[in-house]
Structures are given as C-alpha cells and as structure tokens.
C-alpha cells in the first residue's frame, strides 16, 4: 500500500516537471504574489510527504497532509479567508 502510493505520487511530479518554460509566466519578485506561490509550492510538497507517511489510512493520510498544508501556510504567513 505504502509502495502503491509512492508511486503514485513520483508519478505526479515527474508530470509537473514536464512543463514548458512557455507554460509559466515570470511574476515580480517581492510581491504578495510571489510570496503566495512560493508558499504553495512549499506547503504542497510538505504535505505530500505528510500524506504519504500517513498514507496507510486513506482518510487520515488526506486529513494529516490537508492539516500540514493549512500549518506551513501559517508558517508562511497566510491565513484561509472566511
């Protein structure tokens, strides 16, 4: 199961790292733009690897690495609106 999902997720991000540079567009450093993407990406991989320690349990591995996100965005000084 665990195997399985290491996979699963190495697959992914071998499909994230096939992109074009004309797929992306530069944004200005230092901007709150910048800022949020970079944290995205940060706190997308931590929970990755958070779901994919937790990943014995379906649900709990989903709840564990939405929990990370949510903390590493915090982290980076984000909040969730609402």
């Known amino acids: 199961m665990l195997r399985t999902s290491i996979i699963i997720i190495a697959a992914a991000l071998a499909g994230c790292n096939s992109s074009s540079s004309s797929q992306w567009r530069e944004v200005s450093p230092n901007t709150k733009e910048s800022r ?4 995205k990406a940060i706190c997308n991989g931590r929970a990755a690897e958070t779901q994919v320690i937790a990943g014995r349990l379906w649900i709990a591995g989903a709840f564990a690495a939405n929990s990370s996100f949510n903390a590493c965005m915090a982290e980076q000084g984000f909040a969730p609106n609402g």
């Open 36 to 39: 949020f993407e970079r944290a």
